[in-house]
């Protein structure tokens, strides 16, 4: 089954430690997207990624990194410059044109 | 900005019952508007896209209406179920592709048996 797969589901970090998220998709999609989401908010936009070896910021991307070496790959690095990196982290795909976009499941970081 | 209200934050309903949840933005120029599913702990499911140049779009029991003019969008239940709870979400993409995609905050649907 075609689909994105987000690990681990659950991730507990010591603050001031770098920690990296991984996405993968089977989907055969160009676009990746991550996301985060905080209790009351909608979805902000982290990075996104249109094509392999290309990326751009979103509306919130101090203190995280990525990379785009496969089509398939999309991983979030979250790094100790955050400074609320809790939350629900989701990553995303979408195909050419006037495409709906697809979740993996998420990752809920916990940093104490 | 464009900004993307959703109201109610959460409804309660019995089973069986057709409901609305509404949708606003505040900038009619939009390339799409899209509705998600979203279960406790979960990734956001896809359930309709409309198209600027659309009206409305049907899946099933589920029915989502767009008007651009007035910054609308409502997503009809028929029927609900309990299967039905969850968390809707809508997105309006301001350009073309999904990196412009600004979401609401979403209402909490509870379909009682």
């Known amino acids: 089954d075609g689909g994105i797969t987000q690990s681990p589901k659950y991730l507990f970090r010591k603050e001031g430690q770098n920690v990296t998220l991984s996405c993968e998709q089977n989907?055969?999609?160009?676009?990746m997207y991550w996301y985060r989401q905080d209790p009351g908010q909608g979805l902000r936009l982290i990075y996104y990624s249109q094509i392999v070896n290309d990326f751009q910021k979103g509306d919130i991307a101090e203190g995280y990194s990525v990379s785009r070496e496969k089509k398939e790959s999309f991983p979030l690095t979250v790094t100790s410059a955050q400074k609320n990196p809790t939350a629900f982290y989701l990553c995303?795909?979408?195909?050419?044109?006037?495409?709906?976009?697809?979740f993996g499941n998420g990752t809920r970081l916990t940093v104490t | 900005k464009q900004e993307v209200t959703q109201i109610p934050a959460a409804l309660s309903v019995p089973e069986g019952e057709n409901l609305v949840l509404n949708c606003s933005f505040t900038?009619?120029?939009?390339?799409?508007l899209q509705w998600f599913r979203q279960d406790p702990g979960k990734g956001l499911t896809s359930l309709l896209l409309i198209q600027s140049s659309q009206r409305e779009q049907t899946s099933g029991r589920l029915n989502a209406s767009l008007d651009k003019s007035s910054g609308r969008s409502t997503l009809y239940i028929a029927a609900s179920q309990p299967g039905d709870s969850a968390t809707y979400l809508c997105a309006v993409s301001t350009q073309g592709g999904s990196e412009k995609l600004v979401f609401g905050k979403g209402t909490k649907l509870t379909v009682n048996p």
């Open positions: 995303a795909s979408s195909g050419q044109g006037n495409s709906p976009l697809h």
């Open positions: 989907l055969n999609h160009d676009a």
């Open positions: 900038d009619s120029a939009i390339y799409n």
